[in-house]
């Protein structure tokens, strides 16, 4: 699935501009071994609103922090892959008669542009499976379709133009996820392909709750809230008690940041387990009205998915995005749960030197081509 395709990929550059906490890759995938090599990687932290839940607004600050980034980590590669999300994105899943793929594809376009949408769509399918239809008996093929409006893949289009860069794909996160995870091995021991999991995507401003079924995203939420409030609290009680506030380790090591120095307490700094928390009143209630938030999504879409997909219980929970640096994270969301929970440390088909894998699932997923 690529909603724009230009050319083969190879070596080149990747981009998750989902949130203003770009992330920027560089890397190969070979389709023979369904390896995933990532020679560099870096965060680039942006201001607020540049990219807010997928949507451009401050494409000359981008730009520049891109150039600055591209510098620091000596890529000079002009092959790109682009990979978002946003509320923008429209998903379905189908079924319909088995029948040429040209037939299909008008199908499958008239039943997303049956919701009723008066923007210019472009649509992009996979067929996933068969079933059989039980009142007539007759096989049909299990469709799923992603939409994205026209405008924001121009958008997007104008942007790397501005970067002096050729695309080769725009892809979107969920569809990542689903190449990444199809038959894999997360943290050494956990088979995608034997299992049902959960994946939880942690980001500043959203969280994002996958249902991973045998290796399929059977379900896919992303849903608006995110950690934000933990760091800015953090912030807070650190300049109160007049603490400087150095760079983050990551920003360190690559020397990015937005500034000469980065203002925010760096996230594996803070430590949200329930019993250090209770002695800053200021961060335990910020922590405690995100978890509460994070837990109810999480036990509302683990019982829907459970019912509906009439999957198996799920197993294990592993979290990713920025919000996975959070110190003992996986350890307060465990006992909150009541459930297994590990931060994404490593899957077998991602090499790639010091990489901080939880960063760049989405980048990883997105150096996949199934042309």
């Known amino acids: 699935m690529d909603f724009s395709s230009f050319g083969k990929g190879g070596n080149e550059l990747v981009l998750d501009c989902s949130s203003s906490d770009l992330k920027v890759a560089m890397g190969s995938y070979n389709p023979k071994t369904g390896k995933i090599v990532i020679d560099k ?4 932290p942006l201001e607020g609103d540049s990219i807010s839940d997928g949507a451009i607004s401050d494409s000359f600050g981008i730009v520049m922090a891109l150039k600055h980034a591209f510098a620091k980590l000596d890529i000079r590669a002009k092959n790109v892959i682009l990979t978002t999300e946003g509320a923008f994105l429209h998903s379905r899943d189908l079924e319909l008669p088995v ?4 037939q299909l594809k008008d199908m499958v376009r008239y039943e997303v542009m049956g ?9 992009d399918y996979i067929v996933y499976g068969t079933t059989t239809d039980e009142e007539t008996n007759a096989d049909k093929l299990k469709v799923r379709a992603t939409a994205v409006p ?3 893949i121009a958008d997007f289009r104008e942007l790397l133009k501005q970067l002096d860069l050729a695309p080769d794909a725009m892809d979107v996160n969920p569809n990542a996820i689903r190449k990444l995870f199809a038959n894999t091995i997360i943290n050494g021991n956990h088979s995608t392909a034997q299992s049902t999991l959960m994946l939880l995507e942690l980001s500043t401003k959203t969280t994002t709750v996958t249902i991973l079924d045998k290796g399929f995203p059977v379900l896919s939420r992303r849903l608006q809230f995110g950690h934000q409030n933990i760091r800015q609290v953090a912030d807070s009680v650190r300049k109160l008690q007049g603490g400087e506030v150095g760079q983050s380790s990551l920003a360190r090591r690559l020397n990015i940041s937005k500034a ?6 760096p996230i594996e700094d803070i430590d949200v387990w329930n019993e ?8 335990q209630s910020a922590v405690n009205a995100y978890f509460k938030s994070l837990v109810d999504a999480v036990s509302r879409t683990a019982q829907f998915s459970i019912s509906k997909f009439r999957i198996d219980a799920i197993s294990t929970c592993f979290i990713y995005g920025s919000g996975a640096s959070y110190k003992k994270i996986d350890k307060e969301l465990s006992r909150q749960l009541g459930t297994q929970v590990e931060v994404l440390r490593s899957l077998s088909n991602v090499d790639g030197r010091n990489l901080e894998l939880p960063q760049f699932v989405n980048c990883c997923g997105a150096l996949i081509r199934e042309d």
């Open 115 to 123: 919701q009723g949408s008066n923007r210019d769509l472009s649509i």
């Open 99 to 102: 029948v040429k793929e040209d």
């Open 41 to 44: 990687a870096g965060v680039v």
């Open 260 to 265: 000469d120095s980065d203002s925010s307490v």
């Open 150 to 152: 026209v405008e924001v």
């Open 276 to 283: 250090t928390v209770a002695e800053q009143p200021a961060l």
